[in-house]
């Protein structure tokens, strides 16, 4: 793996390491916010006229709001604000030189592309480049070993970077200053001190890193698919109700079940990630999405957002969501084809082996991850110490024979 010739300078001083957070939106305000919160001088950069300006007036109201509950000094709160630059344009240029850019523009890998090769050539070697995207590759992103995936669908005719080891992800989940939890992502051509010091960075500004490949979903978003894919086959095999399913995992110790989860994040949020991940594993049955949430998605029942998904919405409260407690009853500890528990706790050990197993991750990161990006009450292997290899095997080959086709394929690793 290429290194770089001098460590990147992330981990001197706060106020003497300046940041740029490239795109305003949602998670870029938050990363600035939490930047500058650490004590970071940071340029916030919007495409959009009045688009970081606008961020910048909600962060006002955010910390007014945490000065009134005495969260935060008025001291502390005009400071931070004071470190937070707002800057519109498109032209990368005409942003100063800076030790770390964080980049939270919109997902498409055409305009993440583009950026990057205007961040390399206008910035400093030493700066580092790292990209919050939830979904695309880092090589399709650098250029340099197209995976075939996404690169293919827009294009990838910009040479590669000259850089790569300067480049990574930095993988924030939303609200990024209440999640503890990024990802700090490994590129083919990612230098190994970028990512210490990246990741040191990271615990500097009270988060916690975990790493992993630029696999497709990462840790999270790939380990948890099973957790949504298996209470949808259910329900579409009709075994039992959405509420019931939600019930039965609750009872598990999962602060939200499924159905309750999905609508809150957007049925077409969830099923965009799950697609990207189908598409990007070569449309791997064990990801693909199911029918029965494409059609909810083209029926506009998105969730709490459009008043309807899984369950109706009444002031921004689903109507009729209670389980029927004794069903959850008789199918937890019963046969696993109709068990949401057994069947949803062996495809998540399995996804979290198998990614460990493929040399993505640590154990330990998914475990952390897991817990920490989706509030899961324990990681895979901690399930898995809890039920066993030869279980958790036995289960999965059971649903392999009850549905044949690929979804239910156990690790090689069980
Ligand atoms: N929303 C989430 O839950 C979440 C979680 C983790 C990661 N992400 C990732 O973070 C990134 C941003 O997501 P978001 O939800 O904040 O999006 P958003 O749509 O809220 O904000 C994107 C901002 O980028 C600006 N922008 C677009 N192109 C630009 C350009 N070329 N130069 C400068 N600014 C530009 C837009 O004007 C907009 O203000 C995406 O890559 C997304 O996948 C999102």
Redesign the pocket.
Known sequence: MPEPSTPPPLLGPAAGTTVAV???????AGIAQVAAQAGHPVVL????PD?ADKALATLRQIFDKLVAKGKVTREDADDTLERIRPHT??DMTTIPPVDLVVE????HLD??R??FRQLESAQPASTVLA??????SIDDIVGQASTGHDAALHGGTSPPMARPERVIGL????PPPLMKLVEVITGDGSGEGVLDAAAELMRRWGKTPVRCTSTPGFIVNRVARPFYGEAQRMLAEGLADPATIDGALRGAGFRMGPFELTDLIGQDVNLAVGESVWRQTGEDPRYAPTDWQRDLVREGRLGRKSGRGVFEYADGRPVDARPDEHQVQALVGGPLQTDPVARTLAMLVNEGVDLVHRGEATADDVDTAMKLGTNYPRGPFEWLAQIGADTVRAQIDQLDRLYPGGRYRPSEAL
């Not at 490239?22 to 870029?28: E, K, P, T, W």
């Not at 939270?104 to 997902?107: H, I, N, S």
Request: aromatic share 6%.
């Open positions: 490239i795109g305003a939106g949602a998670m870029g950069v919007d495409a959009q688009a344009t498109t939270a523009v919109v997902e305009v993440k583009a950026l990209t919050n995207t939830s979904s695309l993988h924030f989940f939303n």
